[in-house]
């Protein structure tokens, strides 16, 4: 089931797994299952076309195709975005992988970024990427479009 809110919820769920610091521009969408978040794609810094997403998620089975459709549809189609940034220390494999096999493609590396010289990985996604109109097609096909999905 789809969560959108309460967002200072979804964001204390996110924040304790991700290192994302609260802003003001805050949105969320979140993954519930038997009664429990498993999954949560966070957006912020907001800036023209661009913004920032943040995703964490717990178990092997989260990721299902309402949630991926709603990852992709509220900043895509909701908001009218361009891009997607994603911002990964280059010692989470685990992200990296999960960023990757979604679609996003790394553009950029900031050297010893994070803390213990880690690299910090630039992802991107542009929202006529292969991979992004996959994830919007499952709208069409499963009859989710002209839904609405996440909150501020």
Known sequence: MIATGPVNVLYTW?????PIPWSSD???IGWVQDG????VTGYNGFHGKTCQIHIAAEGKHWM???HLWSTFNYPFHQLGLTWLIGVVGSKNAPALKM???L???EFSRIPQG???DEDIVLL???RDSVRAQKWLSLGERYGWEGRRTATA
């Open 14 to 18: 996110l924040s304790s797994r991700t």
């Open 26 to 28: 805050f949105r969320a």
């Open 36 to 39: 429990a978040i498993v999954a």
């Open 64 to 66: 299902r195709r309402a």
């Open 99 to 101: 960023d990757t096999n």
């Open 103 to 105: 679609g996003f493609e």
């Open 114 to 116: 994070y803390a213990d």
């Open 124 to 126: 991107r996604m542009h």
